[in-house]
């Protein structure tokens, strides 16, 4: 065939959905659809970052050396089995290229992150798709779907976009049940916002086959600059490091990242205020009479009555200027995602969110 065609799989990747981030008619829309953190980045971070512009003629650094060590001091982890990408989508990305491929099948579940499934499928391997019980990973699940053919099993601890928690007792008992040539990775996105979670460093630390994946996006507020970081056994990252473009971070980015690490105080502030508000928005729902299961992470996933329901309320939050996410692509249509903003935010969700139910109650009498 004299024809230029893309390898196998490529075709079948829907593209990733970002967050909507403008609105017809709101000039300033209050953007709570991409679980950025609303107090944006820590101003050292910014400062770090911007002073690093004039130098733009200089190459990166390609080991990263100054970062890993500053990710290993602030997360007591292993400078030696840390490695960066341009954010932990590209570190997900780099585990699908080393260790699937044609023929070989990767778990994600029902709810999961779409990145593990575009991943797997540029890599040219299948996506195994696992059912989840209630919006919770369901590890049985998962291990009754491992075959010969698994190379690799991705979970999201918190999970996104459903926000909820595994406790490590089920994670270890995922790992003990995988056979030793499967690799699994926790997503580690949300690990900062659940209390007493360390992202399950420790089954990294002594086992083969497990990796986990952090990022600088959500609580770190750095999004924009594209930086995240993998955690994983020495042989792992001796493989991931031989298909790392070797300045995939740029000086800022490796500045900016630093810095916010070391701007303690402000991470602290964030991630108090953010428990706060999320068991108040949390709260509010229930009240409303709508669903929401306890958050792990820095947003909430509220349940309506069914699509149609979801699809209205998302309309009413939108004539308020208020954008949250409707995830209909990860199986949830009957639900809308909601970040976490700041409190005068999370009070602008809610009192909406009441002046719809009051609405919808005057129609109905
Ligand atoms: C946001 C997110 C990521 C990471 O994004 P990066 O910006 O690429 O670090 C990874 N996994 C999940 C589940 C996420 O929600």
Known sequence: MNKITPQPGIMDIALYQGGQSQLAGHAEPLKLSSNENPFGPSPKAVEAAAAQMAAMNRYPSTDHAELRAAIASAHGVQAENVICGVGSDEVIHFLCQAYAGPGAEVIHT??????????TLAAGATPVEVAERDRYVDVDAILAAVTDATSLVFIANPANPTATLLPMAEITR???????NVLLVLDGAYV?????????KKLVETRDNVVMTRTFSKLYGLGGLRVGWGYAPLPVIEVLNRIRGPFNLSNAALSGAEAALADKDWVADCLCTNADERARLTGGLRQLGFGCDDSAANFVLARFTDEAEALTVDAYLKEQGIIVRHPKSYNL???????????EDNTRVLSALTNFKQQAQDVSV
């Open 110 to 119: 029902e709810h999961g992150f779409a990145m593990y499934r575009i991943s």
């Open 174 to 180: 995922l790992a003990d049940g995988l056979p030793k």
């Open 192 to 200: 900062e916002f659940a209390e007493g979670y360390d992202g399950g």
């Open 333 to 343: 249509p009957h639900c809308l995602r909601i970040t976490v903003g700041r409190p």
